[in-house]
């Protein structure tokens, strides 16, 4: 089972920031948060990931609590084409552990 | 570029019809995945090789077999597909496998309609 929880649905405006939750309240000390992105009809791409401390690419911030239990993924500028279902995976280290499980993710709307 | 293709893209079949879907990546990882993704729904892992190595997940029917006869290609077959088969099914590389950093990369699937 996924062992992550994220809101179902959220929207947002083009050009705002779009900042999706996630909560993952029983991740252990070695295990990952990873992010892919889902767009319709196409398979998930890889977004970002990290362990504790936050992290920055060119597609997201991903910004980790301190506890690790949450953290939200943040697109700075969000456009149309970032509509998508965005998947936040807790992932181990070891062999077997490092599986993707996709729990049910959250749907971003970006509107004009 | 270096990718991850799936062909074809749309395969329809019958029910009990044996088919087979492929996937090819130009990315030389070690590691290859099939994941199975019904409509609204997540996708789920059903298998990968790591290199040679089978790894078959615990409740992957026994309809679904692999084969991945070098490292650029991996093969699905579907024994006798069910109408509850119908599926987009997703083809993923990663480099070495395990260690929690080894990014997965999809190809854009293939949509398997069962009449």
């Known amino acids: 089972d996924a062992k992550t929880t994220q809101p179902p649905s959220m929207d947002c405006a083009e050009g705002r920031a779009a900042n999706l939750p996630c909560n993952h309240s029983?991740?252990?000390?070695?295990?990952?948060v990873y992010w892919y992105r889902q767009i319709h009809s196409q398979g998930p791409q890889y977004i970002i990931h990290?362990?504790?401390n936050n992290e920055t690419n060119e597609m997201a911030s991903l910004i980790i609590t301190e506890d690790r239990k949450s953290s939200t993924l943040i697109l700075p500028h969000a456009t149309l084409r970032d509509t998508a279902v965005y998947y936040c995976?807790?992932?181990?280290?070891?062999?077997?552990?490092?599986?993707?499980?996709f729990g049910t993710g959250t749907r971003l709307q970006v509107f004009p | 570029d270096a990718m991850v293709i799936q062909n074809p893209r749309y395969q329809v079949t019958q029910f009990g019809k044996p088919v087979t879907l492929s996937c090819s990546q130009t990315l030389n990882h070690n590691v290859m995945y099939w994941y199975q993704q019904k409509s609204s729904q997540a996708p789920k892992l059903l298998f990968h090789?790591?290199?040679?190595?089978?790894?078959n997940e615990a409740d992957t029917p026994d309809n679904f077999q692999s084969r991945r006869p070098n490292t650029s290609f991996c093969f699905l077959d579907i024994r006798s597909p069910g109408l509850g088969d119908a599926a987009m099914y997703l083809c993923?590389?990663?480099?070495?496998?395990?260690?929690?950093?080894?990014?997965?990369?999809f190809g854009p699937g293939t949509r398997l309609t069962v009449l």
């Open positions: 993923a590389t990663s480099r070495e496998g395990g260690g929690g950093t080894d990014t997965q990369y």
């Open positions: 029983t991740i252990s000390g070695n295990e990952y």
């Open positions: 995976i807790v992932r181990g280290r070891s062999y077997n552990t490092d599986k993707l499980i």
């Open positions: 090789y790591y290199d040679k190595d089978f790894n």
């Open positions: 990290g362990l504790k």
